[in-house]
């Protein structure tokens, strides 16, 4: 297949957006922080600023309150070169919050204010099925799955996006509180598993959904299924393995001094997909595929060194500086 032309070329990230409290003090749990700061955050809306940052073109689909907080997060995704025709703005329920911590433990820390928050309520009547159906790559998570109506939203824009061609890319982002049962979790993120053509998943999601701790070639293809093209499994600072109907292999990634490790898989979703975006047939080309993935994790990586996800979003330039370093 020919390189795309990237100014063709949009991906379509569809879901949550809200406004992540970080504490001022690292270390503490959500109790004993003193004070918090605002950061804009939600998976898919940060996979759309990864992408543009890097010089493609992307697209935000999802609800946001009509408030400040809502106003603002829809001012970041214009200031950061995202499309925002497909947002809209709910007059009752407010923008989504989290207040998320990194305990002396290690362990993060989450609390969400969704009661419901205005991205559970898109319904498919508000989809703009135009700038989805435009869609070379359809992007979404696991979080837009959990209520009504945006989980019939969800089903009818992965729908249209399949129908007029675009690959199908998803990152279940797991986050369990969100969720009434483990149980639940589970049955909603495999429901749309068949659909997908392009899967990540980090090591402790593959444990999550197999019961298995060890992330063995066995292990992650028991969720092979015949519609995908990639697999991916993030490993951290251990980079990450990948697995197509032909190859699979292991990529390692640059060394970094981490400061905050919020967005580093979204960074490397954007830069994966932005890569595949600009020459499809790197599904299909080992050698392809590993250069893309590699400077994926190179990204990941990079995003780790800084405060904040979207903040933390490298350009290229400054991606293949470190990877000239390496």
Same mark, same amino acid.
Request: with cysteine; glycine share 8%; aromatic share 8%.
């Given at each position: 297949?020919? /390189?795309?032309?990237?100014?063709?070329?949009?991906?379509?990230?569809?879901?949550?957006?809200?406004?992540?409290?970080?504490?001022?003090?690292?270390?503490?749990?959500?109790?004993?922080?003193?004070?918090?700061?605002?950061?804009?955050?939600? &998976?898919?809306?940060?996979?759309?600023?990864?992408? $543009?940052?890097? +010089?493609?073109?992307?697209?935000?689909?999802?609800?946001?309150?009509?408030?400040?907080?809502?106003?603002?997060?829809?001012?970041?995704?214009?200031?950061?070169?995202?499309?925002?025709?497909?947002?809209?703005?709910?007059?009752?329920?407010? /923008?989504?919050?989290? @207040?998320?911590?990194?305990?002396?433990?290690?362990?993060?820390? @989450?609390? @969400?204010?969704?009661?419901?928050?205005?991205?559970?309520?898109?319904?498919?009547?508000?989809?703009?099925?135009?700038?989805?159906?435009?869609?070379?790559?359809?992007? @979404? +998570?696991?979080?837009?799955?959990?209520?009504?109506?945006?989980? $019939?939203?969800?089903?009818?824009?992965?729908?249209?996006?399949?129908?007029?061609?675009?690959?199908?890319?998803?990152?279940?982002?797991?986050?369990?509180?969100?969720?009434?049962?483990?149980?639940?979790?589970?049955?909603?993120?495999?429901?749309?598993?068949?659909?997908?053509?392009?899967?990540?998943?980090?090591? /402790?999601?593959?444990?999550?959904?197999?019961?298995?701790?060890?992330?063995?070639?066995?292990?992650?293809?028991?969720?092979?299924?015949? &519609?995908?093209?990639?697999?991916?499994?993030?490993?951290?600072?251990? +980079?990450?393995?990948?697995?197509?109907?032909?190859?699979?292999?292991?990529?390692?990634?640059?060394?970094?001094?981490?400061?905050?490790?919020?967005?580093?898989?979204?960074?490397?979703?954007?830069?994966?997909?932005?890569?595949? $975006?600009?020459?499809?047939?790197?599904?299909?080309?080992?050698?392809?595929?590993?250069?893309?993935?590699?400077?994926?994790?190179?990204?990941?990586?990079?995003?780790?060194?800084?405060?904040?996800?979207?903040?933390?979003?490298?350009?290229?330039?400054?991606?293949?500086?470190?990877?000239?370093?390496?």
């Amino acid at each position: 297949m020919a /390189t795309s032309n990237r100014n063709e070329v949009t991906i379509v990230s569809f879901g949550e957006m809200l406004i992540d409290f970080v504490p001022t003090v690292a270390g503490v749990s959500l109790a004993e922080a003193p004070a918090f700061v605002k950061a804009p955050g939600g &998976a898919p809306a940060n996979v759309s600023i990864a992408v $543009s940052r890097l +010089g493609g073109r992307s697209a935000f689909v999802g609800k946001l309150g009509d408030d400040d907080f809502g106003r603002m997060l829809a001012a970041v995704l214009r200031d950061n070169g995202v499309s925002v025709a497909g947002i809209r703005f709910d007059g009752v329920a407010r /923008t989504a919050l989290s @207040f998320v911590t990194l305990r002396a433990d290690g362990e993060r820390e @989450f609390m @969400f204010y969704r009661h419901p928050s205005a991205d559970m309520l898109l319904s498919p009547a508000e989809l703009d099925l135009e700038l989805i159906r435009k869609a070379s790559i359809f992007h @979404f +998570g696991s979080i837009s799955l959990i209520a009504e109506p945006c989980r $019939s939203a969800h089903l009818t824009a992965m729908h249209e996006a399949k129908k007029a061609g675009a690959l199908l890319s998803y990152d279940p982002n797991l986050r369990l509180v969100l969720w009434p049962s483990a149980e639940e979790a589970k049955s909603q993120m495999m429901s749309i598993w068949d659909q997908a053509n392009i899967v990540k998943i980090s090591d /402790t999601e593959l444990e999550f959904l197999t019961g298995k701790s060890l992330v063995e070639d066995d292990v992650v293809m028991s969720l092979w299924r015949p &519609a995908m093209k990639l697999l991916v499994v993030t490993l951290g600072k251990d +980079g990450c393995k990948y697995y197509t109907k032909n190859f699979r292999g292991t990529i390692d990634t640059i060394k970094v001094k981490p400061v905050d490790a919020t967005g580093a898989g979204d960074a490397f979703v954007g830069a994966m997909l932005w890569g595949i $975006s600009k020459d499809l047939s790197t599904l299909k080309d080992e050698k392809k595929l590993k250069s893309v993935l590699r400077f994926a994790n190179a990204c990941g990586a990079i995003a780790t060194t800084k405060k904040g996800a979207i903040p933390a979003m490298p350009r290229e330039a400054e991606v293949l500086d470190w990877l000239k370093k390496a």
